[in-house]
T-cell receptor, first 109, second 114 residues
Framework: RKEVEQDPGPFNVPEGATVAFNCTYS??????FFWYRQDCRKEPKLLMS???SGNEDGRFTAQLNRASQYISLLIRDSKLSDSATYLC??????????FGAGTRLTVKP | DTGVSQDPRHKITKRGQNVTFRCDPI?????LYWYRQTLGQGPEFLTY????????KSRLLSDRFSAERPKGSFSTLEIQRTEQGDSAMYLC????????????FGPGTRLLVL
């Protein structure tokens, strides 16, 4: 079983839609969680951290459910420019990092 | 540009040849990471340095792979006797120790082994 699993998609949504991605992790000792965005043939870029209390950054909301060992990313009012692959990243207490395979999002006019 | 830089951006080589990639991290960052990414997958951790010390190596890293960071600044990743399965994007990232999880990635080196 992979340490971090994501639905690969693709998610094809119209502009203005709300879309949500989930990511599950297997290591209960995981302690830090992030979402990165990766455009086609580009490097990953940090989108946001995920805090236990949940956090919001504009149209983006991230949440963590430790009991069920998953994190989520909600994008409201999708823009064409949101089209990308969204990578879930999990750090354990020992400093090891695992990336999910990514969820591909395409926002269409 | 004070971001992470990598060189070369693309490399085509024949099977059996050796290749070396370079990464220049953000200057204040003391942690440097190497990852490999293949199509449709997320980055896979290979190794990381804190200053000049190589602190962890993935089991994925065969003995054909070696990385160095001799002065705690730039790093090199060498692949000896390349195989077709080594074809991938090699990504470098850097961070501060106190904020190790906030990584900044370079543009990557895309390797194609023929």
């Amino acid at each position: 079983r992979k340490e971090v699993e994501q639905d690969p998609g693709p998610f094809n949504v119209p502009e203005g839609a709300t879309v949500a991605f989930n990511c599950t992790y297997s290591n209960s000792a995981s302690q830090s969680f992030f979402w990165y965005r990766q455009d086609c043939r580009k490097e990953p870029k940090l989108l946001m951290s995920v805090y236990s209390s949940g956090n919001e950054d504009g149209r983006f909301t991230a949440q963590l459910n430790r009991a069920s060992q998953y994190i989520s990313l909600l994008i409201r009012d999708s823009k064409l420019s949101d089209s990308a692959t969204y990578l879930c990243v999990v750090w354990d207490s020992g400093g090891s990092v695992s990336f999910g395979a990514g969820t591909r999002l395409t926002v269409k006019p | 540009d004070t971001g992470v830089s990598q060189d070369p951006r693309h490399k085509i080589t024949k099977r059996g040849q050796n290749v070396t990639f370079r990464c220049d991290p953000i200057s204040e960052h003391n942690r440097l990471y190497w990852y490999r990414q293949t199509l449709g997958q997320g980055p896979e951790f290979l190794t990381y340095f804190q200053n000049e010390a190589q602190l962890e190596k993935s089991r994925l890293l065969s003995d054909r792979f070696s990385a160095e960071r001799p002065k705690g600044s730039f790093s090199t990743l060498e692949i000896q006797r390349t195989e077709q399965g080594d074809s991938a994007m090699y990504l470098c990232a850097s961070s501060y120790t106190n904020s190790q999880e906030t990584q900044y990635f370079g543009p990557g080196t895309r390797l194609l082994v023929l």
